[in-house]
C-alpha cells in the first residue's frame, strides 16, 4: 500500500476555501486511483471526492459535488482537493488513500490511513 501524507488543512470562515494536498514518494502511485475522506467528530469516514488514473474520471459525494475538485500530478505524486464555499460541515479530518476506482467509494475498505490534516469551518 502507498504510504501517503495529507496537509493543508487549517481553520477557516464559512464561504471561503482551501486546498488539500495528498503526497507520496512512492512511485507506485500512479498505477493507482486516489480518494479522499473525511471524518467528522463522532461520524463515521465518508467518501468525498475519487479520481481515476491518468485523471480519465472523477467522481464527488453530493454534498460537496460542484464546490469540490480533485485533481493529480503523477509526475509530482500528488493529489490534491480544491475546496471551496465550505461550510461548517466541511469540519473534519481529511484523509486520502490510493486504490481501485471502483472500490473507493467505500471508505471502511481500507485497513491502513495516515494522520489527516483537520479542516475547521467556522460559521
Known amino acids: 500500500q502507498v504510504t501517503l501524507t495529507e496537509s493543508g488543512g487549517a481553520v477557516v470562515a464559512a464561504g471561503t476555501g482551501m486546498r488539500l494536498s495528498c503526497r507520496t514518494r512512492?512511485?507506485?502511485?500512479?498505477?493507482?486511483?486516489v480518494g479522499w475522506y473525511r471524518q467528522a467528530p463522532g461520524k463515521e469516514r465518508e467518501f468525498v471526492a475519487a479520481?481515476?488514473?491518468?485523471?480519465?474520471?472523477?467522481k464527488y459525494s453530493s454534498s460537496v459535488r460542484g464546490r469540490f475538485t480533485i485533481s493529480r500530478d503523477d509526475a509530482r505524486y500528488t493529489a490534491d482537493l480544491e475546496m471551496n464555499d465550505l461550510r461548517p460541515e466541511d469540519t473534519g479530518v481529511y484523509f486520502c488513500?490510493?486504490?481501485?476506482?471502483?472500490?473507493?467509494?467505500?471508505?471502511?475498505?481500507?485497513?491502513?490511513w495516515g494522520r489527516g490534516t483537520q479542516v475547521t469551518v467556522s460559521a
Open positions: 512512492d512511485r507506485t502511485f500512479t498505477r493507482y486511483a
Open positions: 488513500n490510493t486504490g481501485a476506482y471502483a472500490d473507493l467509494w467505500n471508505s471502511k475498505a481500507f485497513t491502513s
Open positions: 479520481i481515476a488514473r491518468y485523471s480519465e474520471d472523477t
